[in-house]
């Protein structure tokens, strides 16, 4: 069991996140709507009692599948772009793949593309699916409902790099 406390999201909360939502995947991935649905419903149904924490990039968007509102111990995320749907697996990196399905060369996450919602179905997939929840440290709630947590990281003003040497001309308000 998740020592997490079961989500108190209510129904309206979930709503609204849930058109929040919506509103990202219409922004980074138009075509690809349906099918970002399906693998919501394919996973949700897998895991019922996830919490889907949404952030938002400045080109795509990402749901974590996970046993609280921390994202980062999701076992399973799809992210979404103009480029399209792929599936990430959070420890992908030692997991048994005699297919050779999973891409990427991160610490620990490896992907597979998303072309259908069948994807989800085929059986090498979905034994990568099982075995990523099984090894997943944080186990999900045995009943209940996760919540639905918009987290966007676009917002966020990040400071411009310097390069060595590099000199910044302070601006004056108004004047560039």
């Known amino acids: 069991m998740s020592t997490s406390p079961p989500s108190t999201q209510s129904a309206a909360a979930r ?5 929040e939502l919506r509103t990202l995947v219409a922004t980074f991935a138009p ?3 349906r099918l970002i649905a399906a ?5 949700r149904k897998r895991l019922p ?19 609280n509102e921390r994202g980062y111990e999701g076992v399973l995320s799809i992210r979404g772009s103009a480029d399209g749907v792929k599936l ?11 297919e050779k399905l999973l891409q990427g060369s991160a610490n620990q996450v490896r992907w597979i593309g998303v072309e259908g919602a069948r ?12 075995e ?9 709630d045995g009943a209940g409902r996760g919540s639905v947590v918009i987290r966007s990281t676009a917002a ?10 590099a000199r910044v001309e302070p601006t004056v308000r108004g004047k560039p």
Not at 132 to 140: E, K, L, T
Request: aromatic share 10%.
């Open 15 to 19: 709503r609204a996140a849930g058109a």
């Open 31 to 33: 075509k690809n709507e």
């Open 39 to 43: 693998v919501r419903r394919a996973l």
């Open 49 to 67: 009692t996830a919490h889907e924490v949404v952030y938002e990039y400045r080109d795509c968007f990402v749901i974590s599948f996970s046993p």
């Open 88 to 98: 990430y697996f959070n420890g992908g990196k030692g997991m048994k793949d005699p």
């Open 119 to 130: 994807t989800l179905a085929r059986p090498a997939v979905a034994r990568l699916i099982d």
């Open 132 to 140: 990523a929840i099984a090894r997943n440290r944080v186990q999900f």
């Open 156 to 165: 966020k003003k990040r400071r411009p790099r310097r390069t060595a040497g």
